[in-house]
């Protein structure tokens, strides 16, 4: 049984679709999933590096609306539970409770998970990060799951919903090009 599907929508994403896909190997070892990428019109090397990871691409013609562009991927879910993530996010060491969750049978008890983001917006000289973080409910049961919103799209929770403490760092907000390559 497909336990998760990972589901990412991107566009000319080269320099951060790697790392995010690499940041999931140790999940997709230890726990039966796909990826579903959708892509939403990319004229770079985007689609080809997704291809290396990616159970399943989705070309998508770009209507303006995130929610339709995710829900692409959700249609054609196998898996259990479905998780969303971005290109430009990617999972630190923290995955490991995340793995747990599912390893552990946790998932079992609940219907809905919550993971923090760190969002990242610059680096100082010293290398140091100004961030903000928020909990955003990333992964849930897939049974008639649907994203909402045009823009700023999200997925209704359900309960019981589980605070997993595992962490995405989001690097989409660095303006500086040298400085997202080092975050």
Same mark, same amino acid.
């Given at each position: 049984?497909?336990?998760?599907?990972?589901?990412?929508?991107?566009?000319?994403?080269?320099?951060?679709?790697?790392r995010c896909l690499?940041?999931?190997?140790?999940?997709?070892?230890? !726990?039966?999933?796909?990826?579903?990428?959708?892509?939403?019109?990319?004229?770079?090397?985007?689609?080809?590096?997704?291809?290396?990871?990616?159970?399943?691409?989705?070309?998508?013609?770009?209507?303006?609306?995130?929610?339709?562009?995710?829900?692409?991927?959700?249609?054609?879910?196998?898996?259990?539970?479905?998780?969303?993530?971005?290109?430009?996010?990617?999972?630190?060491? +923290?995955?490991?409770?995340?793995? +747990?969750?599912?390893?552990?049978?946790?998932?079992?008890?609940?219907?809905?998970?919550?993971?923090?983001?760190?969002?990242?917006f610059s680096m100082s000289?010293?290398?140091?990060?100004?961030?903000?973080?928020?909990?955003?409910?990333?992964?849930?049961?897939?049974?008639?799951?649907?994203?909402?919103?045009?823009?700023?799209?999200?997925?209704?929770?359900?309960?019981?919903?589980?605070?997993?403490?595992?962490?995405? !760092?989001?690097?989409?907000?660095?303006?500086?090009?040298?400085?997202?390559?080092?975050?």
């Amino acid at each position: 049984e497909l336990i998760l599907t990972i589901g990412i929508i991107g566009k000319n994403n080269e320099d951060t679709i790697e790392r995010c896909l690499q940041s999931l190997t140790p999940l997709r070892k230890a !726990v039966k999933s796909e990826i579903i990428y959708t892509d939403t019109g990319s004229n770079d090397n985007t689609v080809e590096i997704a291809s290396r990871y990616a159970d399943k691409i989705i070309h998508f013609e770009w209507s303006g609306n995130f929610a339709e562009a995710r829900n692409t991927a959700v249609k054609i879910a196998k898996g259990v539970w479905f998780m969303w993530i971005d290109t430009d996010e990617y999972f630190d060491e +923290s995955i490991d409770e995340l793995i +747990s969750f599912f390893e552990s049978g946790d998932h079992k008890k609940y219907l809905s998970g919550i993971i923090k983001v760190k969002n990242i917006f610059s680096m100082s000289l010293d290398y140091s990060f100004e961030t903000s973080s928020l909990h955003r409910l990333s992964v849930l049961e897939d049974n008639d799951t649907k994203f909402i919103f045009k823009i700023h799209e999200g997925i209704p929770a359900k309960n019981p919903v589980k605070n997993i403490e595992a962490q995405l !760092v989001h690097t989409g907000y660095i303006i500086d090009d040298k400085a997202k390559a080092e975050a």
